[in-house]
């Protein structure tokens, strides 16, 4: 392959995050740096979709100003697509990158779209065609293989932390109060464990009694029975429960009903719908026995669905950093001669927190999946160790505090039961 002066392409895939436009902004804020081998960088409006449709932006006409508050601010807005390049797409990518010489092309996104960054890897060798490609790493779900962590991932952690601890927060007003909180996590449930940082927030109480109490993550085996045993025995003990639930244990549950329509990568929409939430409601109504005492019980769920992808304000400083250097780098390794790889981030230290950019080969990310390990998962299947929040701390960054009354000393009780319920 030869490096001449060419233009570039940048394409995304997948869901947005918080942090995508960094990486955007750093790809193009390298490139500036390369104006003998990139003459111009082009963004493909929505991904897939735009660049067989000839939707090209020209993204260095954009000003530094505009770029610069573009960089901090959520959503993708390139826009994005769930299109896999299928065999009758293929003579129409390479015939606009022919019209447009685009020889050196970024994909951003996640599994899929690191497949489809090999798809046209694959074709360019069969067509003999100058192409170099590099795919740039962006998740919420955090599940790539090779890199210690994704862009996107330590904001929803910030979100899954804060939106837990208000959740709890509002289940302790009540008696017998069972929430569950279904996040993302199709097939891993590394957003589920970050809802665990909300156990970290009150300052004056034991984290025991700090929800969520309960997490179910994809990685162990969902049971119906062990799930009601452990709400009956957490309800036991404090007379409520915050459980937190990653959709992807739905296909645990063999139950069709839960899942929508699919993508052209095969994955079944999940996230849209209340219906796992919904069930797994009813199932705590009709088989947790309450406290006589304090009457009906109260079960409430809520399904996260695409509000916990974007939102502004609760951004991570280290997350938004590294976004912006693995778009940055991805352009220097490109330029280096690098093809057919992805940018990953590599951890070099807990304290002072320390990374780097570095690379792996694409195959090794495509169509992979990396689950939370054993170790950071307890043993009774529901929760997480005091290693997942050593790996996690770092990627969210300052937590909020909050304070419950604590051991406040209680008056005595000077007349009989009083029996409001029965």
Not at 122 to 140: C, F, M
Not at 250 to 266: I, P, Y
Not at 295 to 323: C, F, H, M, N
Not at 398 to 405: G, Q, T, V
């Amino acid at each position: 392959m030869s490096y001449t002066c060419a233009n570039a392409l940048v394409l995304q895939s997948g869901g947005p995050t918080a942090v995508i436009n960094q990486t955007l902004a750093g790809i193009l804020t390298s490139a500036k740096s390369h104006p003998k081998r990139i003459k111009s960088v082009f963004g493909a409006f929505h991904g897939l979709h735009g660049l067989l449709y000839e939707n090209l932006l020209n993204l260095g006409a954009v000003s530094a100003q505009v770029l610069q508050g573009l960089a901090h601010t959520p959503g993708a807005a390139l826009g994005s697509a769930r299109l896999k390049p299928k065999s009758e797409d293929l003579d129409r990518v390479f015939e606009v990158f022919r019209e447009h010489n685009i020889r050196y092309v970024f994909y951003i996104g996640g599994n899929d779209s690191a497949e489809a960054a090999q798809l046209i890897r694959s074709e360019a060798n069969l067509r003999n065609h100058d192409l170099h490609i590099l795919h740039v790493p962006k998740t919420i779900d955090n599940d790539l293989m090779e890199t210690d962590h994704c862009p996107g991932y330590g904001s929803v952690a910030r979100v899954a932390a804060h939106v837990l601890l208000g959740d709890d927060l509002d289940n302790r007003s009540f008696y017998n109060g069972v929430k569950i909180n279904i996040c993302m996590g199709r097939h891993a449930g590394w957003i589920a464990a970050a809802s665990a940082l909300a156990r970290r927030c009150v300052e004056n109480e034991e984290p025991e009694t700090c929800g969520p109490h309960l997490i179910y993550v994809p990685e162990r085996d969902f049971h119906e029975d062990q799930f009601l045993s452990d709400i009956q025995n957490t309800y036991d003990r404090l007379g409520r429960a915050t459980v937190v639930v990653a959709e992807g244990i739905a296909d645990q549950l063999k139950n069709s009903r839960f899942a929508g329509e699919k993508d052209e990568f095969g994955n079944a929409q999940l996230s849209g719908s209340g219906k796992l939430g919904d069930f797994l409601a009813r199932l705590v109504e009709k088989n947790i026995q309450v406290r006589q005492h304090l009457g009906k019980l109260r079960v409430r769920s809520d399904t996260w669905g695409y509000l916990q992808r974007s939102l502004p304000g609760i951004v991570s400083e280290t997350d938004s950093r590294e976004a912006f250097e693995v778009g940055a780098a991805a352009v220097e390794y490109m330029m280096n001669g690098e093809t057919d790889k992805t940018v990953v981030i590599r951890r070099i230290s807990n304290s002072p927190y320390t990374s780097m950019p570095d690379l792996a080969d694409l195959a090794a990310v495509a169509q992979k999946t990396k689950k939370v390990p054993s170790h950071m998962l307890n043993a009774a299947g529901n929760g997480v160790t005091n290693a997942f929040f050593d790996y996690v701390l770092p990627l969210a960054g300052d937590l909020p505090k909050a304070y419950s009354l604590g051991a406040v000393e209680k008056i005595d009780k000077r007349l009989g039961e009083y029996l409001r319920f029965q």
